[in-house]
């Protein structure tokens, strides 16, 4: 099912559409994976490496990641399921480290889940060269982080994608509920919505003009509250028919 491949298409924050991230000096790769619930396909092997021109001291924690109907995420600490070793590293400048994630929770799975990683620069003092009020220097501390996502999921497990309700609200944009009754993670960032009125007519939005909330994934068994705006089905009137279509 081709909603399977966009597991590659996740957005940081939401999810990323790339394998490989920076942050000030850092790359993290990869950003997304598919893993299987047991077996040697269990584990996961993250490269971290500093870009930088000086050392830097990363912490590395497990959590788990669930959604609700508008699309916002929510972040758990999670070291029952998830493994990562080391979960604290020093990596100097122009150096790797490769870390070893592994899911040790239910082998077996029926609905697919959502773990990750994050991958946090721990805080670093810079003298900012600013003057205080008492007449000394400034000092800043800056950490930065990195999220990467990981999708737990037996072979078996495919998303079902569907349109529950699609109703005009009084300022005319189209509310539409999407339904996963799948066993599978359904990912929206390539989704697009042929949406037909009752005279006929069509128009197609692609995500760019779908509002999905926060978080482009939608969980097994779970809907998601999408909003298309007024001004992008402006030539449509009456009821709609909309249609979804994965790439």
Do not use: C, W
């Amino acid at each position: 099912m081709k909603a399977v491949q966009n597991l590659k298409t996740l957005l940081v924050g939401g999810l990323l559409a790339t394998t490989s991230a920076y942050a000030q000096g850092y790359q993290v790769q990869p950003m997304l994976a598919t893993i299987a619930p047991s077996g040697s396909g269990a584990r996961l092997t993250l490269s971290v490496k500093n870009s930088g021109a000086v050392p830097i001291t990363l912490e590395l924690i497990a959590f788990r990641a669930t959604v609700d109907e508008a699309g916002t995420p929510t972040r758990t600490d999670e070291t029952k399921d998830l493994m990562v070793y080391p979960d604290q590293t020093l990596i100097g400048p122009g150096k790797e480290q490769t870390v070893q994630v592994r899911y040790i929770g239910d082998p077996a799975l029926i609905d697919a889940r959502m773990y990750g990683v994050r991958v946090a620069q721990l805080p670093i003092d810079f003298n900012s060269g600013a003057v205080g009020k008492e007449g000394g220097s400034t000092t800043v501390k800056v950490s930065f982080n990195f999220l990467s996502h990981i999708i737990v999921a037996p072979p078996t497990a495919l998303p079902i994608l569907s349109v529950s309700s699609a109703e005009r609200a009084p300022s005319g944009d189209l509310k539409l509920v999407f339904v996963n009754s799948g066993s599978g993670i359904a990912v929206l960032n390539d989704t697009k919505l042929t949406l037909t009125d009752t005279a006929g007519k069509s128009v197609t939005v692609d995500s760019s003009h779908i509002d999905l909330g926060k978080f482009s994934a939608l969980m097994p068994k779970q809907s998601r509250q999408v909003t298309v705006a007024a001004k992008d089905i402006a030539s449509l009137s009456g009821a709609i028919k909309p249609v979804i279509i994965l790439h």
